[in-house]
């Protein structure tokens, strides 16, 4: 081997072992960095707790109109990161107990494996339920009439789903003029 070849092979493998401690030297300190550039240290998403309002449920799912009770939680939908790398999404997840015949009422849709529902919910899931795929993020087990919802949206709360048929009880119809 020549010794140009021999200063090459040399040079090669000191950048080698450079790149190789370098390496090393980051992932020893990857879980400091974000404290180091003054960032928070958010390995999960942050979560909130389990809400129970009616009212803005029925404002985002008004097909689910009435709803019995609700229990619900909003997430962001992916750990922060540092620097920020773009709008943050948001993750609802919850279920809503509906009046029997709002239940009967909802369209048929295929029957789906058991979602992931979150530890904090899980409670107020009904016992082995058969869930089927009503449209727009909706499962409904018309057993116990319980419907679980989730969503992402670019902002917490803010687009309602599709609609159902409106209640049969309803007063005045869409389509009916507006009384005089």
Partial sequence: ????????????AALSACVIAICG?????????????GCPDLTR????????????IEQLY????PIRSVHWQEHEARARSCPEIGPMDYEMN?????????????PD???????DIPADLRPFAPPAPQWLD??????????SATVYFTRISSRPSSSPGPSWPAPSSSPVSPSSPPPS
């Fill in 1 to 12: 081997m020549t010794r140009p070849a021999k200063i090459a092979l040399a040079i090669t």
């Fill in 25 to 37: 030297v980051a992932l020893a300190l990857r879980d400091w960095v974000p404290g180091l550039a």
């Fill in 45 to 56: 998403p942050p979560k909130t707790s389990v809400f129970t309002e009616k009212a803005r």
């Fill in 62 to 65: 008004p097909q689910l109109r």
């Fill in 94 to 106: 919850g279920l809503a107990v509906l009046t029997p015949e709002r239940a009967a009422a909802a």
């Fill in 109 to 115: 849709g295929p029957a789906v494996a058991a979602p």
């Fill in 134 to 143: 009503v449209g727009g993020g909706l499962l409904l087990d018309r057993a």
